[in-house]
């Protein structure tokens, strides 16, 4: 008996920390790109069920623990891009699209490999432009709201010491209770508590494809598929790369219409359902990350509740919560960022310009913060003295896979590194031989 209610525990532990830790993020997201809170709400459903079968689907069809979260990054990068001309119904086509090109993913290695093709020092540096705006929140709450700031923060501190795991949800908790002390009963009284689902008719512009579909998609690749796909190969397995990203692609394309930014592999959940402690038989932790897709898509079923709770507090100190919830991945893209001293300045460059938030021809600072450190690599690699020694030959694990680096408990985002050693490709028909921990 022990030998089932363990996996199952992991996964419910999984699910609650996957949810509480990022649930503001993605609320925050879909309202600056456009949503009202009945659309924020219908979006955090559609996402939470959209991974909730994603994962129940892949966990038991390749029984390897594939855990399965929304996109913590490209909901920080929706915050980033703000309202796009055409308002939500564009917003909704560049799901949709970001969705299908996850798919393309999926099918065409190539286009795989064209992502991963893209230099880590720009691809972190990129990432952490897109979260540099919410990361600051909890010091501009500290000043504009210090009543109900200061005691999240210490919340944060104190079991970001003690208790890393539930730093995030713990003060998200002493987030709720501050709203609860301080708002009166009343201001529930028209909100909507149960789940709704709000469709809407996408719509297409050239703005929002290149300056929100493309960095969501690119986003949602570099920052969760590949390294959620590293931290498996790192506990052992072989997962079949090709078919979970048309699982989540698929989803992601039908969770659009009502609101659901991006479906992909999880990173830090991942290693909760994956390591030893979800069971110590790597055979059976399939039942953790199944478990946890199902506690996930319940948990959906209060984003009604969880959206109109938001809508009552200061908008600085949701955002505070959701900047505590993504200061380790921000520590982790800058580290990714800065790792390579010859593509350092390229890398600042990046950063920079993501990080201004300035929109040309419509399209926003995600995508030309990869112009410009793209170009500015190309400039230096042509003043360059002499060719560079040639790297070692190594075989890579799949198209762009990354060997797990270190991740924030609170976020499911990691940023991107080289491939492991000595890993042969996944089957992409989700055996689990061949475990050997890295050669």
């Known amino acids: ?22 649930f503001t993020v993605v609320l925050a997201g879909l309202r600056a790109v456009g949503a009202s809170d009945a659309q924020a709400a219908s979006g ?35 915050v980033a ?23 393309a993913a999926g099918l065409f290695p190539a286009l795989g490999r064209a992502v991963a093709a893209i230099p880590r020092p720009v691809a972190g540096a990129m990432l952490a432009g897109v979260l540099l705006p919410l990361c600051t929140a909890p010091v501009r709450a500290l000043v504009e709201v210090p009543r109900l700031a200061v005691p999240v923060v210490l919340a944060w501190l104190l079991l970001h010491r003690f208790a890393r795991r539930w730093a995030v949800p713990g003060a998200l908790a002493v987030a709720v209770a501050a709203i609860a ?84 592999l999880a990173a830090i959940t991942a290693a909760l359902a994956a390591g030893p402690d979800a069971h110590p038989d790597p055979d059976r932790r399939w039942i953790a990350s199944v478990t946890a897709g199902t506690g996930l898509a319940l948990l959906g079923l209060g984003a009604g509740a969880a959206t109109a709770l938001v809508a009552l507090a200061p908008p600085v100190l949701i955002e505070a919560v959701a900047g505590l919830a993504l200061l380790g991945a921000l520590a982790t893209a800058l580290t990714s960022a800065l790792a390579e001293p010859a593509a350092r300045e390229a890398a600042v460059v990046t950063f920079v310009v993501t990080a201004s938030g ?25 003043r360059s003295d002499g060719p560079a020694a040639p790297e070692p030959a190594v075989e890579p694990a799949a198209p762009g896979l990354a060997s797990p680096g270190p991740a924030s408990p609170g976020s499911d985002s990691v940023a991107v590194a080289g491939p492991p050693s000595g890993v042969h490709q996944p089957d992409d028909r989700g055996r689990v031989g061949g475990r050997s921990g890295g050669t």
């Open 81 to 103: 891009t703000g309202a796009m001309p055409g308002g939500w119904p564009v917003a909704v086509g560049a799901f949709l699209v970001s969705g299908a090109l996850i798919v």
């Open 181 to 264: 002390l301080t708002t009166p009963v009343s201001g529930l009284g028209g909100a909507r508590l149960l789940p709704v689902v709000e469709l809407t008719a996408p719509a297409w512009n050239v703005s929002a494809m290149v300056g929100l579909a493309l960095p969501l998609f690119l986003v949602t690749m570099a920052a969760q598929n590949v390294p959620g796909m590293a931290v498996l190969v790192g506990y052992g397995y072989r997962p079949p790369f090709g078919a979970a990203l048309r699982a989540t692609g698929l989803t992601t394309v039908l969770a659009a219409p009502a609101g659901g930014h991006a479906v992909n």
């Open 358 to 382: 300035v929109t040309l021809l419509g399209v926003g600072g995600a995508f030309w913060g990869l112009v410009a450190g793209g170009a500015m690599l190309l400039l230096f690699r042509q």
């Open 44 to 78: 955090l459903l559609a996402v939470c069920v959209a991974s909730g079968v994603s994962a129940v689907w892949l966990g038991l069809r390749h029984r390897i623990p594939m855990s399965i979260a929304w996109s913590t990054p490209g909901a920080a990068l929706l």
């Open 1 to 22: 008996m022990a030998g089932r209610t363990q996996p199952v525990l992991a996964g419910v532990v999984t699910a609650l920390v996957g949810f509480a830790s990022s």
